[in-house]
């Protein structure tokens, strides 16, 4: 019989969170064996298995999230920047507030954006988009957000046209803007990078032709002398073989500068494959993502 698997939740960090590796982090199963959230201090330090963070706008102890009954919950504990689930405040500052459900996808934000007086240096706030699986494994996602089949809007679409919902539809887009910036930057460096390859792949071919040219040039020289030390044959005979000589190295030379072109045209074919095949997947994961948010 398999073992039940704890609950847990995945915490990524958005495009204008105070930046942090991702977490992956059980949540026990009760109120009073919670997962802490807070800031770094001497006897806790941030961890890919916690959800200590290295930032100073958070309180030590500012927030807790447990599960219980197949619910995620989470509990501002009297932080004094505040804990928001989708924009949304859960307690006034220094004030506990009630337990709120969260599901994936949901955007938690802990603290707030504090800018310093004196040097004018901001200390930026946890922002995350978090992904939640219960004991069972399963993703515990948000209630249903859907239309009728007349095409009629119902109770479940007019409560998502919320302030908070909007907020988060406006945060997906967002981070699939940065992240689609991202990619951009990446194939650019891995497109230098290619170039890079190409220009010492050419180099190197080329190199490889001249040193087989000079080699065949060397062996019909050393054709030829071992040709005209011998006295055995005619005048005639001798430049007849020294033509055969030099037709055989045109021949040669002329073979191996049709193979270089053949090489070439095949590279030059694979990049053009492997650039339809990159716009594809580009294409195609845009479009993926558009389905997503329209979903």
């Given amino acids: 019989m398999s073992s039940v698997k704890p609950p847990y939740i995945i915490i990524t960090a958005c495009s204008q969170s105070h930046p942090f590796e991702e977490r992956k982090v059980n949540v026990p199963s009760a109120e009073e064996e919670a997962l802490k959230i807070g800031r770094s201090v001497a006897k806790w330090k941030p961890s890919p298995d916690n959800a200590i963070f290295d930032c100073k706008v958070l309180s030590r102890n500012h927030a807790i999230l447990w599960y219980e009954e197949g619910c995620f919950y989470l ?33 938690l934000q802990f603290g707030v954006n504090i800018v310093e007086n004196t040097n004018k240096v901001t200390h930026g706030c946890i922002v995350a988009i978090v992904r939640l699986f219960g004991s ?22 007019s409560s998502f046209i919320k302030s908070q919902h909007l907020f988060q539809l406006q945060q997906y887009v967002r981070e699939a803007t ?18 890079a390859t190409e220009q010492a792949t050419e180099n190197s071919w080329q190199a490889l032709i001249n040193e087989d040219r000079l080699l065949s040039r060397i062996e019909m020289l050393e054709g030829q002398l071992a040709l005209y030390s011998k006295n055995v044959f005619t005048d005639k005979v001798k430049q007849e073989m020294n033509q055969l000589l030099e037709d055989r190295n045109k021949f040669e030379t002329i073979a191996k500068e049709s193979l270089r072109r053949a090489q070439e045209e095949k590279f030059e074919a694979v990049q053009r494959l492997s650039d339809v095949e990159r716009s594809l997947t580009n294409t195609g994961m845009f479009s993926q993502r558009i389905q997503t948010l329209l979903s």
């Fill in 75 to 107: 509990k501002d504990t009297k932080s004094s920047n505040g804990t928001f689930v989708n924009n949304e405040r859960l307690s006034k500052s220094a004030e506990e507030s009630a337990p709120k459900q969260i599901f994936s996808g949901d955007i």
């Fill in 136 to 157: 069972s494994g399963e993703e515990v996602c948000g209630p249903e957000r859907s239309i009728s089949d007349s095409g009629e809007l119902t109770v479940a679409l």
């Fill in 178 to 195: 940065y992240r689609e910036r991202l990619l951009d930057q990446k194939l650019e460096k891995l497109e230098g990078f290619l170039a």
